[in-house]
């Protein structure tokens, strides 16, 4: 079974409205991390946002915030006030605390692309 | 400025040739990853190090060898054993003090293409 899904390969939002971007995770582990990557067509992964398994808290990082539901083992990632420079995919991915290798596993990713 | 290096961008290789992709790092993190990515798919992991002269195989170690020899320092040999190589391959590092907390810093990518 998939550790991390992303159900939404790609997504279209009009500049400045907000966007959701799911993820939903399985883990049998008390203590995880989640945390969401963006990559651009350079390439590069760019590290966005984390929010850990115990944190009470949705984890916000300036327009990027996490709506984590804990008990429904969901992820989501919400991009406020979208801008042309968020057009990317976008990854989640989880490490677990069990795991010696403390190795992310990465989701499919979806591709956003915000309209002018 | 800290960072993750890798060299070069783009790789061409013939079928049969061993090739090495260089990965550096600044950060003075323990631990180095060695990630592949096909198109259209997310990441999958090759090899990992945790410590000096130590390594482990991830998910997809067949045809691939790593070294670390140098904290700073993870390449990575495709082999010619290695059945299907053209892909994206990304370095990555991180502090490992045993919590899942510490986000992973990736470098640029390497993107090797086998003909």
């Known amino acids: 079974a998939q550790k991390i899904t992303q159900t939404q390969p790609g997504m279209f939002v009009q500049e400045k409205e907000a966007v959701t971007l799911d993820c939903t995770y399985d883990?049998?582990?008390?203590?995880?991390?989640l945390f969401w990557y963006k990559q651009p067509s350079s390439g590069e992964m760019i590290f966005l946002i984390y929010?850990?398994?115990?944190?009470?808290q949705n984890a916000t990082e300036g327009r990027y915030s996490l709506n984590f539901q804990k008990a429904r083992k969901s992820a989501n990632l919400v991009i406020s006030a979208s801008q042309l420079g968020d057009s990317a995919m976008y990854f989640c991915?989880?490490?677990?605390?069990?795991?010696?290798?403390?190795?992310?596993?990465f989701g499919s990713g979806t591709r956003l692309l915000v309209r002018p | 400025d800290g960072g993750i290096t890798q060299s070069p961008k783009y790789l061409f290789r013939k079928e049969g040739q061993n090739v090495t992709l260089s990965c550096e790092q600044n950060l003075n993190h323990d631990a180095m990853y060695w990630y592949r990515q096909d198109p259209g798919q997310g990441l999958r992991l090759i090899y990992y190090s945790q410590i000096v002269n130590d390594f482990q195989k991830g998910d997809i170690a067949e045809g691939y060898s790593v070294s670390r020899e140098k904290k700073e320092s993870f390449p990575l040999t495709v082999t010619s054993a290695q059945k299907n190589p053209t892909a994206f391959y990304l370095c990555?590092?991180?502090?490992?003090?045993?919590?899942?907390?510490?986000?992973?810093?990736f470098g640029p990518g390497t993107r090797l293409t086998v003909t």
């Open positions: 990555a590092s991180s502090i490992d003090w045993g919590l899942p907390r510490y986000e992973q810093y």
């Open positions: 991915a989880m490490r677990e605390g069990r795991d010696s290798s403390y190795k992310l596993i």
């Open positions: 929010q850990g398994s115990y944190d009470e």
């Open positions: 883990t049998s582990d008390q203590s995880y991390g």
